[in-house]
């Protein structure tokens, strides 16, 4: 068996990302024509601009895997979107009301103040990213073989809200500073659930993968 | 007053992308398949195209029953996967001849070069 050298072959993470959100068929006659072409510049242009084509490519192809796969199921997707929004306005106020119901239990704030504010401030974000991972697990798992745009398309809608609260707390001349420390805590939530989507497609993967050995 | 009125088939008309698609495939004949398709409408309309701009059309065509397609066999070229070629059906041939009649009658007339450039 014939190794290439890892230069000759399309970039690993643009390969990855199509396989996250085309279908299996969609991937054999799309990703064999992008290796075509990129074997093609390869040896017309040379590998840097033919991996600069290749990403390209995928940037540019991306978006339309996107639709294709909402059209393909619109209301499933569109069902585990909402399901996925309304669970992730209860699961975000769980951390909160856990973390200062058992904080005066155990009187936290008067024997270890340091805790107190830890669990107060990073223990709720860190329970904020830990119930987006759920959320995102449910809705990966509701939407079935739509897991990616599902999942992608609940964090777009979280995103597009962290978005215009941001551009409102900037207004309201809050210290950019903190701003942009609140900003990243609420972007680790929508990432969260992108993840979850990721692992729940990869686990779905390598289990057909493993059904058609 | 009378008028004669042409009936128009509901919906069944060729957006731009997939009129270019189609002319594309009859040029290509048996050898249309998602690269050379990509290539040669980007060698006769000079712009960028994705392949996955060409794939979308092509099976929204499908869906529409203007292309058919069938899988070739796995080369090492494409890191061992298969072609899948594509044909222009009957259904499409009729709507790309109606789409050129309509874009022919809409010009008839119109000199672009004295005009327009």
């Known amino acids: 068996m014939k190794f290439q050298p890892d230069s000759l072959r399309p970039p690993y993470y643009a390969l990855w990302l199509i396989n996250l959100f085309a279908s299996s068929e969609e991937t054999e006659s799309l990703l064999g024509d992008m290796h075509e072409e990129f074997s093609e510049l390869v040896l017309t242009t ?30 499933l997707t569109a069902v585990a979107v909402i399901a996925g929004f309304l669970l992730m306005r209860t699961v975000s106020r769980v951390p909160e009301t856990a973390i200062f119901a058992l904080l005066p239990r155990y009187r936290v704030f008067e024997n270890h103040f340091s805790t107190y504010v830890f669990f107060s401030t990073y223990g709720i974000a860190l329970g ?11 809705v990966a798992v509701v939407a079935k073989r739509r897991e990616m745009i599902a999942t992608t398309a609940l964090a777009l809608v ?28 609420q972007c680790a939530d929508p990432v969260a659930i992108v993840v979850a989507g990721v692992m729940v497609r990869n686990r779905r993967s390598r289990g057909q993968i493993l059904r058609c050995t | ?13 060729l957006g731009e992308f997939e009129h270019l698609i189609v002319l594309a495939l009859l040029r290509l004949d048996d050898l249309a398949y998602g690269v050379t398709v990509r290539q040669e409408i980007e060698l006769r309309t000079k712009r960028e195209v994705s392949i996955g701009a060409v794939y979308a059309t092509l099976d929204r065509l499908e869906r529409k029953g203007y292309v058919s ?25 009729a709507a790309v001849n ?7 009658r809409m010009t008839a007339g119109l000199d672009f070069i004295r005009s327009y450039s």
């Open chain 2, 98 to 104: 109606r789409a050129q009649h309509a874009l022919r």
């Open chain 1, 158 to 185: 979280f995103c597009t809200l962290i978005a215009i609260s941001w551009f409102a707390s900037i207004s309201w001349r809050w210290p950019v500073h903190d701003a942009i420390t609140w900003l990243l805590w």
């Open chain 1, 46 to 75: 040379g590998v840097a601009p033919a991996r600069l084509w290749f990403w390209r490519q995928t940037i540019a192809t991306l978006p339309h895997l996107f639709i294709k796969s909402f059209q393909g199921a619109p209301w």
């Open chain 2, 1 to 13: 007053m009378f008028y004669n009125v042409e009936v128009m088939p509901d919906r069944d008309y």
């Open chain 1, 128 to 138: 904020h990213v830990v119930g987006s991972l759920f959320v995102g697990f449910g």
């Open chain 2, 69 to 93: 397609s069938y899988r070739g066999d796995p080369t090492p070229q494409r890191g061992g996967r298969s072609k899948r070629f594509f044909r222009v059906t009957q259904k499409g041939i």
